[in-house]
């Protein structure tokens, strides 16, 4: 499976390089990483293929988690043994949720990461969907961290689509994409669970809207290039 997640890292790093990929909104990232915040980058699961891509090279911790009743089919979990193998070759810390007896115990543990001043990325959706729909891990997670959230949308013009409940996708070579972030939102720590339900309809919405916007910028026949790059980060949070 290491050799099998190393192949598909370095196969991915050749198509991504191909990508002609238009960032807008990076002036969010770049100010949290500035003031040396930390922040999770939330995206929807089956669109966070790119900008695990684009964020490669931040101290960024992934959370990942899997369905608890047994409806995971096999070709399922071997994608996610080698998605997560492959997170680690490209240099995330990885919490897997699936790993420990409970979810509840997985977002502890993540939660504890994230306090060492650790940023993070999270499916909003995820682990089981149904996708387009923000499930309040995240918001949870903010509020018990103090750490801003950074919705992220993501598309691509060209993809292949796996036939699993988030329809993830994976970039066909030479294909045009774009990554749009929102502002931050921080989560104020007295929130109370009603808050917390309110304001993962607005992740939803938010993340909906980038999305579309990115969506249109990626089909556009012009549009212009960010000057920013996750390259051209020097002082990760």
């Known amino acids: 499976m290491w050799l099998c997640a190393l192949g598909a890292v370095a196969l991915f790093r050749v198509i991504d390089s191909t990508i002609d990929l238009h960032v807008f909104g990076y002036e969010h990232v770049a100010a949290q990483i500035r003031a040396r915040r930390p922040f ?29 009743d047994g409806t995971l089919r096999p070709i399922s979990a ?11 070759h490209l240099g995330y810390q990885v919490v897997d949720a699936a790993q420990y007896p409970s979810e509840s115990r997985g977002v502890i543990r993540f939660l504890q990461v994230l306090g060492h001043s650790h940023g993070g990325v999270i499916a ?3 682990p089981a969907g149904p996708m387009f729909h923000a499930k309040p891990g995240a918001a949870f997670v903010a509020k018990k961290t103090g750490v801003s959230l950074i919705p992220v949308g993501a598309a ?16 066909e070579p030479f294909t045009k994409g774009a990554l749009v972030a929102g502002t931050p939102i921080v989560v104020p720590d ?5 808050g917390l339900a309110d304001l993962s309809r607005h992740l939803e919405l938010v993340l909906n809207d980038l999305t579309a916007q990115a969506e249109v910028e990626a089909f556009a026949t012009r549009a212009r290039r960010a000057p920013a790059s ?8």
Request: hydrophobic content about 45%; aromatic content about 12%.
């Open 40 to 68: 999770i980058v939330v995206v929807w699961h089956g669109k966070g293929l790119l900008p695990i891509f684009f964020f490669q090279g931040l101290p960024l911790v992934v959370y990942s988690s899997q369905p608890r």
């Open 190 to 194: 007295d929130i109370d669970d009603a």
């Open 78 to 88: 071997y994608i996610r043994r080698l998605t997560l193998g492959a997170l680690h």
């Open 230 to 237: 996750s390259s051209e980060v020097a002082d990760p949070p």
């Open 124 to 126: 909003a959706d995820g």
């Open 156 to 171: 691509m013009q060209h993809v292949i689509t796996f036939e699993s409940w988030d329809r993830f996708e994976i970039p």
